[in-house]
């Protein structure tokens, strides 16, 4: 077992649990000049973006608090679902089918499960609900990048997403997901980014089930 292995299944599971990532992202994103006062209209730009999605994958590097670091590819199909598929170094698969959301831990043979409105992801799987009603624009000092920060102040427990996009033309909506930072209820802090967006692409909903590894369950989910 390689050490990312074995820290992986600590900070990065627990990250996982209440949310795929927190604070605002890698500076690299954000041009450290005078804060612009950043416009309203860009958060119903980003709601836009996110509904034009039918499907994507792209490549995730996702980084815990202690700075370890996973990779693999996300796919997204609406409405709801999205899978976090892990290179083979890390026994572990996140799925959501459209109602929960799964962690599996292959290596122990375990499944725990959110409701996907207990989780920031689901921001990104329902941004009607979410975005439009708890969002709110972070100014980055960059006219190019556009951050929001996703809460309810009335249910804490439930975390915090603060999304980055950045103006593409290739993009659904003229906007790009770059990257997210969350925060769930216990403080785990987990940083996603991506990169090589595919856009449209064929995704079967088989894609969003997974086999049960407990011994008392072989049938897929």
């Known amino acids: 077992m390689n050490i990312l292995h074995s820290i992986v299944k600590r900070p990065l599971r627990a990250a996982l ?3 795929l990532v927190l ?3 890698a500076a690299a994103l954000t041009a450290p000049a005078t804060p612009a006062v950043a416009a309203q209209g860009d958060l119903d730009r980003a709601v ?3 509904r034009a999605i039918a499907t994507m994958q792209a490549d995730f590097t996702q980084t815990d608090r202690q700075g370890q670091t996973a990779r693999g590819v996300m796919t997204l199909k609406r409405p709801g679902k ?3 598929e892990y290179e083979k170094s890390v026994p572990l698969l996140v799925v959501s089918n459209g109602r929960s959301l799964y962690l599996i831990d292959y290596e122990v043979d375990q499944v725990q499960r959110w409701p996907i409105k207990n989780s920031p992801l689901g921001v990104l799987l329902d941004p009607n609900r979410d975005i439009a009603r708890y969002g709110k ?4 000092g960059n006219p190019d990048v556009v951050s929001i920060e996703v809460r309810d102040p009335k249910r804490p427990e439930f975390g915090m997403i603060t999304m980055i996009f950045v103006r593409s033309a290739t993009a ?3 906007l790009q997901l770059t990257n997210w930072v969350a925060l769930d209820s216990q403080n785990n802090r987990t940083t996603v980014r991506l ?6 692409v064929a995704v079967a909903d088989s894609t969003f089930r997974f086999k049960d590894p407990r011994k008392s369950s072989r049938r897929p989910r």
């Open 17 to 19: 649990a209440g949310a």
């Open 23 to 25: 604070g605002l992202p």
């Open 48 to 50: 836009g973006a996110l």
């Open 82 to 84: 999205i899978r976090f």
């Open 137 to 140: 624009l972070v100014s980055t």
């Open 172 to 174: 659904p909506g003229g």
């Open 195 to 200: 990169r090589n967006h595919r856009y449209g």
